[in-house]
Every structure is written in structure tokens, then in C-alpha cells.
T-cell receptor, first 112, second 108 residues
Framework: DGGITQSPKYLFRKEGQNVTLSCEQN?????MYWYRQDPGQGLRLIYY???????QKGDIAEGYSVSREKKESFPLTVTSAQKNPTAFYLC???????????FGSGTRLTVV | EDQVTQSPEALRLQEGESSSLNCSYT??????LFWYRQDPGKGPEFLFT?????EEKEKERLKATLTKKESFLHITAPKPEDSATYLC?????????WGAGTKLIIKP
């Protein structure tokens, strides 16, 4: 079955470390997205990519970086510049405008 | 500016007590309004897409409707397993604009 796989499910980061969250899809979707979700809050867009080798900043891109070298993969790096990284991170993909998103199961990142 | 507002923030119902969740929106050109369900610690799960005023879609105990200014998610005779956060999103300029969600709790 097609879908989106996020890994790991739980991730712990020490102060000053960079960490990378994995997102892989086998739906043949062109567009991919990264969201951050904090308790009691809605989804906030970090980065999105509509095509391979191209991506755009979302509303809260500071302290994050991404790459899109393959259609299937859209990893997110949380850098040490992100001062409050503890959150639930969701990856999604879509066929394009007018279509809904398919979400992964999320990665919960905690700073220790 | 395109916007989405959901109400209420939380809704507690007894099992079997029907009700509706609201999603108000403003958009320059509607390309789709989406409803999702999210369980704690999981990614949102797609429920419905609505594209034009007057459109309705149903799935089990859920029915989504759309007017030019708002969408309703009607839940009929809910069961405890319908407890979740329901999210509404608007298609705007190659990305979705999300409401903050309504947390629905169904008590047995």
C-alpha cells in the first residue's frame, strides 16, 4: 500500500545539536510539506516543495533546512539555531493544487 | 487574505447526541475545502473535500456541507470512537491554510 513514512517516531536532541527527520513517500506525489504542531495549536508550515530540487519557506522556516533531491524524499533538519524545537513534526504529500494531503504518522522531537 | 476559523474549540457530547462543527472561511477563489480527523499522537486523516457551495458529502456518521462562507461537519448519533480533533483546511495558492481544530469528546 502507498503512503508516507516518517522516522523516527520519537527523537531526542541535546542542546546545540542538529537532527534530521526522515520523510519518504511512495505515492508518486509531486508536492511535499513539513508542518510543526504544538500542543493545543494548529498546523504551522515550515517548508514545502512542489517539485524535485526546488523548495520554498513556509511561515516558520527559521532554524530549519530541507532538501529535495529525489521525488520520494523530503528530509527536514532541525538546526541548533531553532531555539524551541520541542514539538510534533508532520510530513505530508499531495498530487497538487485542489487535492488533499496525505500525512505521515509524525515525529515527536524533544530537547533534553 | 485567505482565512479559516473553526468553532467551537472543544465540544463535549453524550453518546448519541448529534451536533455540528463549524468552519468559517474567506477566500479569493475556492479551490477546495478539506476536513480531516486527527487522533492524539497521529497524523491527520483525510475525511472530505468540498469544492462548491451546496455540495454535501457523507461517511458513516459524518456529513460535511458547504456554503459560500462556511462549512459544517455534522455528526449524527456519535459514538466514543468519534472522539478526536477535527481540522478544516482551505486550498490557497499551492498550500493549505489550516484552522486550529475542534476537539470533540464523546462520553459513553
Amino acid at each position: 500500500d502507498g503512503g508516507i513514512t516518517q522516522s523516527p517516531k520519537y527523537l531526542f536532541r541535546k542542546e546545540g545539536q542538529n537532527v534530521t527527520l526522515s520523510c519518504e513517500q511512495n505515492l508518486n506525489h509531486d508536492a511535499m510539506y513539513w508542518y510543526r504542531q504544538d500542543p493545543g495549536q494548529g498546523l504551522r508550515l515550515i517548508y514545502y516543495s512542489q517539485i524535485v530540487n526546488d523548495f520554498q519557506k513556509g511561515d516558520i522556516a527559521e532554524g530549519y533546512s530541507v532538501s529535495r533531491e529525489k521525488k520520494e524524499s523530503f528530509p527536514l533538519t532541525v538546526t541548533s539555531a531553532q531555539k524551541n524545537p520541542t514539538a510534533f513534526y508532520l510530513c505530508a504529500s499531495s498530487k497538487g493544487q485542489g487535492y488533499g494531503y496525505t500525512f505521515g504518522s509524525g515525529t515527536r522531537l524533544t530537547v533534553v | 487574505e485567505d482565512q479559516v476559523t473553526q468553532s467551537p474549540e472543544a465540544l463535549r457530547l453524550q453518546e448519541g447526541e448529534s451536533s455540528s462543527l463549524n468552519c468559517s472561511y474567506t477566500v479569493s477563489g475556492l479551490r477546495g475545502l478539506f476536513w480531516y480527523r486527527q487522533d492524539p499522537g497521529k497524523g491527520p486523516e483525510f475525511l472530505f473535500t468540498l469544492y462548491s457551495a451546496g455540495e454535501e458529502k457523507e461517511k458513516e456518521r459524518l456529513k460535511a456541507t458547504l456554503t459560500k462562507k462556511e462549512s459544517f461537519l455534522h455528526i449524527t448519533a456519535p459514538k466514543p470512537e468519534d472522539s478526536a480533533t477535527y481540522l478544516c483546511a482551505l486550498d490557497s495558492n499551492y498550500q493549505l491554510i489550516w484552522g486550529a481544530g475542534t476537539k470533540l469528546i464523546i462520553k459513553p
